[in-house]
């Protein structure tokens, strides 16, 4: 399995000679050559984890492929046909296999409403928890997409995030709000996180890939 990196919050992870993408969204670049794209996961409604434009695109080479995401996105992305997923439940889309935790977007302030927000688990291997630090109890997980820079988001407690899971490997996204030096310093705290179990961390640009 492959998994690559877009621009900020987007993965696209290549199995068998297909495609599973994970929230294609507003800092995310047009996206081409996907080979036989047979599902589309959005985490959350956030405007950076999705758009009409990629999805419109995207359905228009995959003109049947399913939209997973919670009620959230399914009520946003009304529009489009999203099939409803919770924390706990669990898909076959071959050759995937998604398990979805959580429920709930992390806290940005008082002000702005508390979304719904899954975290995806690919095959057993590959996690994502969307904006959240939602730990996927009782799974080792061989490579943790962790969450670097956003709104919500405070190091120390990503750092705790990464502890947590304690994966075999692990990369940053959800970047594109940090400056360069921004995102090597918060890389380099995630990486520390990482060593302190004896795991990875590979600093991934979009485009570049890492396979499990």
Do not use: C, K, W
């Given at each position: 399995m492959r998994v690559t990196k877009h621009e900020h919050a987007c993965l696209r992870v290549e199995k068998d000679g297909r495609t599973l993408l994970i929230d294609?969204?507003?800092?995310?670049?047009?996206?081409?050559?996907?080979?036989?794209?047979?599902?589309?996961?959005?985490?959350?409604?956030?405007?950076?984890h999705w758009t009409p434009e990629h999805l419109t695109r995207l359905r228009k080479d995959a003109p049947d492929v399913p939209i997973y995401g919670p009620a959230g996105v399914a009520a946003a992305a009304?529009?489009?046909?999203?099939?409803v997923v919770s924390p706990g439940d669990e898909i076959v889309v071959e050759p995937f296999t998604l398990r979805f935790f959580g429920g709930r977007h992390n806290v940005i302030h008082?002000?702005?409403?508390?979304?719904?927000n899954v975290g995806v688990?690919?095959?057993?291997?590959?996690?994502?928890?969307?904006?959240?630090?939602?730990?996927?109890?009782?799974?080792?997980?061989?490579?943790l997409a962790a969450p670097v820079g956003a709104p919500w988001l405070k190091i120390g407690e990503a750092m705790d995030f990464v502890l947590a899971v304690a994966p075999r490997r692990a990369f940053a996204v959800h970047d594109?709000?940090?400056?360069?030096?921004g995102l090597e310093m918060g890389r380099g705290r995630l990486a520390w996180a990482a060593a302190q179990h004896g795991g990875e961390f590979t600093a991934l640009e979009p485009g570049e890939s890492i396979d499990i």
């Open positions: 294609p969204g507003s800092f995310t670049l047009p996206l081409s050559d996907l080979g036989r794209l047979v599902a589309i996961v959005l985490t959350h409604e956030h405007a950076d009304s529009e489009f046909d999203v099939t008082s002000s702005i409403p508390v979304v719904d688990l690919v095959d057993d291997e590959l996690y994502y928890p969307g904006d959240s630090y939602t730990v996927p109890e009782g799974v080792e997980v061989n490579l594109m709000t940090l400056s360069r030096s």
